[in-house]
């Protein structure tokens, strides 16, 4: 079935270091896939997407590329913020062969950042 | 941009009683979905909620104890019935294609309480 996999945390790192978090996935069908994040006391935002191999998605300064090779989507930041503390969710969205959806996202396990300044 | 909102935020129940937990988007959307995020978990799909259709639960859950409606393009609720302390969680409900087509986009979630 499809899955999602994260490396493990928590993640700890110091202001302006290069973050990497891990993700991997298994799918049976044409995956999208995501990355959210949960700032403390709130719901999820979605950060970036990708919808097919080599496409990269970015945003506030995050990257992730889908490998299908691979299959993996690591996110990746050349310089953290502490108000980049969070916990960041991988997640795929599985589309049919006509590219809709089934709606249903699947959610790795989830990656504490904390970014001391 | 679109919001939307959930009602309660937060709540702490007793044992054996039932919450209902409402989510209002300011604009129409055919999809909607309620997850469930346990202590220190991933998020979990419950049910996808169509409007004018029964809702379609997943593995594990069931209408009995989480039943829902979806009377219209904008709202849904949720019901957490005779509940436990193993029900608290962080409930969130989520669209499809606000503001990007095959993208969900999330409350800001329930957080319940069960003692």
């Known amino acids: 079935g499809d899955s999602v996999t994260q490396m493990e945390g928590p993640v700890t790192l110091s202001e302006e270091a290069f973050l990497t978090i891990n993700c991997t996935y298994t799918?049976?069908?044409?995956?999208?896939l995501f990355w959210y994040v949960q700032y403390p006391g709130e719901g999820l935002q979605l950060l970036l997407k990708?919808?097919?191999?080599?496409d990269k998605g970015s945003n506030k300064g995050f990257e992730a590329t889908y490998r299908k090779e691979t299959t993996s989507f690591h996110l990746e930041k050349g310089s953290v913020q502490v108000s980049d503390s969070a916990v960041y969710f991988c997640a795929q969205l599985n589309l049919n062969a006509g590219g809709t959806s089934y709606g249903k996202l699947t959610f790795g396990q989830g990656t504490i950042l904390t970014v001391h300044p | 941009s679109a919001v939307i909102s959930q009602k309660p935020s937060r709540d702490i129940c007793q044992r054996g009683t039932s919450l209902t937990i409402q989510c209002q988007v300011d604009?129409?959307?055919?999809?909607m979905f309620w997850y469930r995020q346990q202590p220190g978990q991933s998020l979990t799909l419950i049910a996808t909620?169509?409007?004018?259709?029964?809702?379609?639960?997943e593995s594990g859950f069931v209408i009995d104890k989480f039943p829902i409606s979806r009377p219209n393009l904008t709202f849904s609720t949720l019901t957490v019935s005779n509940m436990s302390p193993e029900d608290s969680s962080i409930y969130l409900c989520?669209?499809?294609?606000?503001?990007?087509?095959?993208?969900?986009?999330f409350g800001p979630g329930t957080r319940l309480t069960v003692l």
């Open positions: 799918a049976t069908g044409y995956p999208s």
């Open positions: 909620a169509n409007q004018g259709s029964e809702a379609t639960y």
């Open positions: 990708a919808t097919k191999a080599d």
């Open positions: 604009s129409q959307v055919t999809m």
């Open positions: 989520s669209v499809e294609g606000l503001l990007i087509t095959d993208t969900q986009y």
